[in-house]
């Protein structure tokens, strides 16, 4: 028996002497996964462009905060000089676009009328943010010859999103990027995996725009999961199982995967035969 099974009996931590980092990690998500993270053993470094809620966040799950933007290379290469070695990245930060505030009404992104400045504010963070993550990722993860990125992309990176083009372009995008990054490493000889996670109506502060705090916030909810087979919002902590599983060695031969996590949304189709 291992000297840390003899530690922790039978309950062995799933994700002991690994550093990850997270992304985006001062609230949602994020922050589930962070804590996650912590709640397995790892060490992690909580990033994110809030540095009053990150900093929060990282205190009380016991985790490093280092203020990071995303779509920015020079706050990469600080991490990278920072910590040259990592085992687990989860690219988890990401906007829709309509996140504000706005002077008026919020702007169009629509493929009639989306602005080009607004199409490429969404994809600077998305795409240049998982990018440059992943570039430093396999980087940090190439000494030690493996390591595990997780890239959260969405169910509208599997299905067209009329109304949010730019953020369902840029999901997609991470989806194929994750592919590339999967097979990349795997070319090189390196058991450094890379694998998407697709979530969908996940109750975070995201979802706060859309709901409002009106009298029909209620109402504007059960509108919103009527058409999710389960019937409900699904929860941060529930996206930060399947990036645990991910990180974990337990999946050690996944790579290049897609795992959606959607409350069975895209398991049919509203115009499916025979209801
Ligand atoms: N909530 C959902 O239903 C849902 C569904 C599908 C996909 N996702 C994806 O999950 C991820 C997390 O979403 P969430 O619901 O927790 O959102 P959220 O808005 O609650 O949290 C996003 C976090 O990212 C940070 N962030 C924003 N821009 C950043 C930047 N440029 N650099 C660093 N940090 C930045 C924010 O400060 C915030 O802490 C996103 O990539 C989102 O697209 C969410």
Redesign the pocket.
Known sequence: MSIECKLYGAFMPRLLNKTALV??????????IARAFRDEGADVIL????SA??HATADEIGATFVR?????ETDWDAVAERFPALDVLV??????GF?GPFDGTPPAHDPENASLADWRAVH???ND?TFLGCRYAIRAMRPRGAGSIIN?????GLVGIPMAAA?AAS?AAIRNHTKSVALYCAGQGLAIRCNSI??????????EPMLGNGPDRAEREEAMVAGTPMQR??E?AE?AALAVMLASDEAAYMTGAELTIDGGILAGSAASPGG
């Open positions: 992304t985006g990690g001062a609230r949602g998500i994020g922050a589930a990033t994110d462009i809030d809620t990150g990071l933007h995303v779509a920015s690219n988890n930060a990401g906007i829709t996140e600077a963070v998305n943010g959260i992309s969405s169910r509208s953020y999901k697709h979530p969908a109506a996940i109750m975070t502060s995201m979802w919002f699904g941060a996206v």
